[in-house]
């Protein structure tokens, strides 16, 4: 079974009406012979804020070292997205597995009037997922309300209520006391429910849980105690933004306190905050340390998400008037000029006390996601025209909307997307949206990328022939991707697009044809006015195959590989021009060389780790043509013991204050924050995480230096041993998961030509999948950054043929080909073998140019 038809199945049954009761949810958990008994849930209800508090718990579970599994709706971009382990989303053929055992029984069921609905359906595929990845702990996002919702199918350890609103009155009652009630029935047996609703709401709840913590604010109340039945019992309190990103809270228990940094949001966020801290510590005592900095990782995409600050770009997937106006409440921490409004939503939503509750925008423009769902634009138009915004006008795709509402905005002004998940997930892929270029050598390579995007079988044999010249893979909307094939095919090339068959869902496109074919796409699509949300496709296009405004043909690159896209403003010596950056990778590839001042690390373990030895080692590099020098104070050689903050320090400092003046950048290898700042205040220029910003404050400690940050895909720094991690497309899936992590580091205020990227060698990749990472390092450009290879001495080898110790040749020829794939830094042992095969790649490129 290919993904598309799986996906398609399971989209297909929202043909089927929500019906109350757990019933066919449980029947379908024992057709697959209940996967879920053996696992630890938290389930978590409400109105808002539930998603929010369940990210929030997952994250500090998973810092206290539990697999956790999160099941979460809606998704922003994909199915797969509602159903993770340890942050990684449910791979394609787990989802082809779980359809295709449970098809035949689902279309019985179909046959007989019973069919399982899509939630249902989705809900025990994620419970079937946690049981085959044999997870700690399952934090489920409730789907509405609670007693009868498909996720209580479960008896959860622990269980929350954050909040309660008027909301899906037909099915869960008219009054907030009544959903109240039916929320409630979440409560777990021997623990008590822990929730955020106060009042009369609150009432009901205990009517139906009996025992309940209570987590909120002191607003209203007095100390003394005649009102100690109205003070909650876990107290929080919201200090405010930190930083344009982060807002300070504080969470007081009887017996335990906490402050800490969050990347949500708003007063609201903080009691959120103190209800998934209470339900970590009934799971499991969780430290201070554990809480304070899994609160802080909890990032969440699109609930007032700050992607940019000039202007001010706020992305909040606020669809109910109770949520707009905490949105209201939380902008209006922000200092702005205009507010530019792009607005979407679904027809069954409170448009008008929506627009009421939102800050008064100077422009309002009205859109329709790609749903069926969405209410039309013009109707969103009138409910802003009655509120008394004097601009209004409305743009049918999400992306030109907010095209023309950044173009209106000054750099002091505000530009917010809001209304639905929906709309900002559309408008979300201004930023996240990265278009491959795809090197075919054959057909084999022409088949490899036509399958890798889901197009159908049929259409793959038709195709391949097509894909021999210039290939580009992106994702687009179903709209979107049928003006752009329509546009390419004019022009003599050919689109191949997936199976899948949703409006909702983004599609990968897979685009092929000469280099001039491209160029009259491109000028095509920019020469049309607003093609349909295609205006940033076209840019990208132009940037990532090196396509020259008004060049003649024979005056451009030649390579497919671009470096820039754009959301860069470099370029790169793939496509043979430099630019005006002093770093040594800006116009070749450049070799970073490997210090390690350690006992244990896994090649030169103990050999410098005497501060004469290291800073000899150090002179050594430079004079054999070094460019980088990357100092290490702690191994991540499977099995390692990490080390104290104060003891990686004391290896470091002395090496990076001795080295210096040097001629070579200095990077320090570390995954620590403290470590960071410490180093780069002495004088180092970059700093290489190899856990991938897992320490919260990395980002901003780089930011705050001005620094170069390496961003590596691991899944364990240090490396666990034997861990298998499932893959559906290696490269594409670390892409997707370093595309999150830089923009992560751009909105702490990195520029991305500031960020390299590590796909991460030998960390959660097996031996064939770091192979085909070199194979293919060059489609990492197409996140518009530096690309860093680190292979020296590693297992990947015995693949091969060579053990520890006899791994040198085979390094000297992976650097060869990793340079002559486009990578910007090679990171090395052993300098003067690597640094001549680094400069014996490029000028077999081009030996006029390089030559040293």
Known sequence: MEYHEAA????????????PGTESTARLLSQLENPHETVDFVQIAGSNGKGSTARMLERTLREAGYSVGLYTSPHLEDLRERVRVDGRKIPQSAVCAYVDSVREYITERAADGESPTFFEAMTAMALWQFGREDVDVVVLEVGIGGKYDATSVVDPVASAVTSVTLEHTGIL??????????????????????????????????????????????????????????????????????????????????????????????????INAGIAAVLARQFDDVSGADLARGLRSAHWPGRFEVIDTEPLTVLDGAHNPGACERLAETLATYEYDDLHLVFGAMHDKEHRPMAAALPTPDTVVTTEPALDRAEDRAVLAEAFADTGV??????????DALAIALEGADSDDCVLVTG????????????????????????????????????????????????????????????????????????????????LDRDDEAIDAVLMGTLAQFEALVDALEERSRPPGLTDVARDLRDSLAIDVGADAEDRPTSAVGYATGRTRSAAHSVGESTTSDVPWADRTAVMGILNVTPDSFHDGGQYDALEDAVARAEAMVDAGVDVIDVGGESTRPGSDPVSVEAELDRVLPVIEEIADLDAMLSVDTRRAAVADATLAAGADIINDVSGLEDPEMRFVAADHDAHLVVMHSIDAPVVPDRDIEYDDVVADVLEHLSE?????????????????DPGIGFGKSTAENFELLDRIDEFRALGCPVLFGHSHKSMFEHIGREPGERLEATVAATALAADRGADIIRVHDVDENVAAVRTALAARDPSRFQW
């Open 173 to 270: 009652g008219d009054t907030e006391a009544e959903i109240a009630r039916d929320k409630a029935h979440v409560a777990p047996d021997d623990a008590p429910l822990v929730t955020g609703v106060t009042g009369e709401p609150l009432e009901a709840v205990r009517d139906v849980a009996g025992d309940v913590v209570t987590v909120g604010t002191d607003a209203g109340t007095d100390d003394d105690a005649s009102d100690a039945d109205t003070r909650p019992d876990v107290r929080v309190a919201y200090g405010g933004r930190a930083n344009h990103i982060e807002a300070t809270v504080s969470v007081d228990g009887d017996d335990w306190d906490l402050e800490t940094q969050v990347p949500l949001l708003g007063e609201h966020q903080a």
């Open 8 to 19: 398609d199945f399971l989209f297909d049954l929202r043909r089927f009406r929500p019906k």
């Open 390 to 399: 004097e601009t209004v006008r409305s743009e049918t795709d999400v992306a």
């Open 420 to 499: 639905s998940l929906f709309a900002v997930a559309e408008a979300r892929s201004r930023w996240t949206r990265t278009d491959v270029p795809k090197r075919i050598r054959d057909l084999a390579d022409a088949r490899d990328a036509l399958e890798a995007a889901n197009v159908a079988a049929g259409a793959v044999e038709r195709l391949d022939g097509d894909a021999i010249h210039r290939v580009v893979r992106t994702e687009l909307r179903d709209r979107q991707a049928t003006v752009l094939k329509a546009e390419l095919l004019r022009v003599g090339g050919e689109c191949a697009l997936s199976g």
């Open 741 to 757: 992590r830089v923009l992560l580091a751009e909105k702490a205020g990195l520029d991305r030509e500031q960020i390299i990227v």
